[in-house]
């Protein structure tokens, strides 16, 4: 698999929260090859299922492994004078939209940017202010009535972006958060072929994680898992980004740590990671991780869940940018880590027969 | 119509106190549900059966309003109170609260004609007409609602709790006016949305269904100098597309489009940049529902003066009645 040409196609699919259509069915072709069965949920969560080897008498077990193929977004909000007044759907940041390309969806798609002032119209003080949404409008050339008629209030925008190759296997665009967890994703189902497992694995690209994990805890709950993994993106090191708040680009996977996280399955990924010699490293979340796993840690009775970090710069904006060798790395220790789970890694997670103990 | 709005939001009912209004609704629609239940939250649950072919349909409005909780009675009888929902701070002073026990207080701000600004909420207190904490007739932990009376403007309804019994008041007419249907419809009258949606998390749980509808209020933007947005009054009822806490399944947004455009009912496209309804916990629920809601366009929302426009309750009326009569084909 070029995992490139494959991040490349996700990258630019539109997948906007509540409109994953059509980077759900680019996801859908990347599964079929790799998977036994695939289906879509009530709220277009897209499910594969590869099945384990089980040996005879053993309990069917299995493992969800989960990225968001939602990106975040903008949507029509109402109409001014033949520009186009709109909000955002998940945290786009306002600093980063000004003069940008975007695509409506109306009708029709249509072309469209962010609108801005030529700065000489400008006082002096207006120049170095932060633009609010309630400022900003979107032009897409059209007249005022032609506008009304392919455009209402509800369509979605997103983001108009062509995925660039940068040095040294850097990559930058649109929607890495979470398509980069997608794409490790796909990397684990492609290794998987190669490898021998008892659990069953779901492979999940969630839905609306960015307007609040809805994908994931639907997911969770329809699927039942017996533990998971959730794949996202953290905060690459940058100039004016502390490094304690910060992850290691190239640096491998971060398997994080914390209260989000079950402790056994924190230490067995960094076992593996270690055995297998593959580059990692560490990433404190001392509360809510914000992430698919804060979801389905919770769901039906507990399930223990463990959350990897590909580290990403540049974050809620147009230009992320990863290095996809920490995409493979993280699909690698996925794959690693699933091949070498059976009863006696559920016994230590406690999931084992139901015990009473007699007081 | 308006005689059911008026006895509706009349009815006092606060988040997790909606026994009256539950009482006031199962009277009136028994004849029209073929069974109905209560839940252990408090919502009134009540199905009425299809011909068959159709799905299960959950529609849900809210019984609950918002409201004041005592916390503290001082010895001159002066109570302190604590918020139940949302109440704004600007709408207090002057107000009248009535009590699950027919008490009735009036709301003082201890910096009365001394400040021009907003009061802190710890400023506020209850003045139930009492002199001591053994004559006052509330005590910790009653619940108290706006006291305010319906008023019929004509074109337009003024009255406190229009949030969301003027919901009630629209699910209760469709269940009333519908025909035949093909789906199954569970008509979920739910408890404590104020305190963050938490009856339509039980009872949505409960009855399992393959689309959920809430039925609530949202806001406007077409009076003065308001925060910009492209929902009026009088325009008709408002198919929501997104708000703070949910996006609404395109499917479903598109199936209440089409209804309201073949049967030519006027209605407008909501995006409410902040808060949320049942419907967001609908969408939730185990494995997930396609979900959707049809607002009431509604000014001075979580005021004691909630004003609606009767032609936009009569068309959400209308278009509800066509939703549940239809099949709703879309695959889930």
Known sequence: MDVVS?????????????????????????????????????????IALKKGTRPAETKARSIMLAAHMDEVGLMVSGFEKGFLRFTHMGGVDPRTILGQEVVVYGQRPLPGIIATHPPHVLPPEERNKVVSYEELFIDVGLPEEELKELVRVGDPIAMRREFIELAEGYVSGKAFDDRAGVASLLVCL??????QHSWDVYVVATVQEEKGLKGATVGAYGIAPDIAIAVDVGFGRQPGVEEKESIVMDGGPAIAKGPNIHPVMHQTLVEVAKRYELKHQLEIIPGASGTDAWAIQVTREGIPSALLSIPLRYMHTSVETVCIRDIERTGRLMALFISQLDESFAEKLGLGEERWMPC | MKELVKQLVETYGPAGQEGRVRALIEGIIRPYVDASRVDALGNLIALKRGSGGGKRLMIAAHMDEIGVVVTHIDKKGFARFGRVGGVQVQTMVGGRVLFGNGAVGVIGWEKWLQSRGVPAWEELFIDVGATSPDDSPVRVGDVGAFLRPFVDLGKRLVSKAMDDRIGCAVVIQALMEMKESPNDVYFVFTAQEELGTRGAVVSAFGVEPEVGIAVDVTHIGDTPEARPMAVSLGKGPAIKVMDAGMVVNPAVKQWMIDVAEKEGIPYQLEVLEFGGTDARSIQLSKAGVPAGCLSIPCRYVHSPSEMVDY??????VKLLRKLLESSPSFSS
């Not at chain 1, 492609?190 to 490898?195: G, I, K, P, S, T």
């Open chain 1, 6 to 46: 494959v991040l490349r196609q996700l990258s630019e699919a539109r997948g906007l929260p509540g409109y994953e259509d059509e980077v759900r069915a680019c996801i859908s072709g990347f599964y079929e090859p790799w998977a036994d069965a695939v289906r879509t949920d009530s709220l277009g969560n897209l």
């Open chain 1, 190 to 195: 492609e290794a998987l072929q190669n490898l």
């Open chain 2, 311 to 316: 032609e936009d309750v009569q068309g959400a």
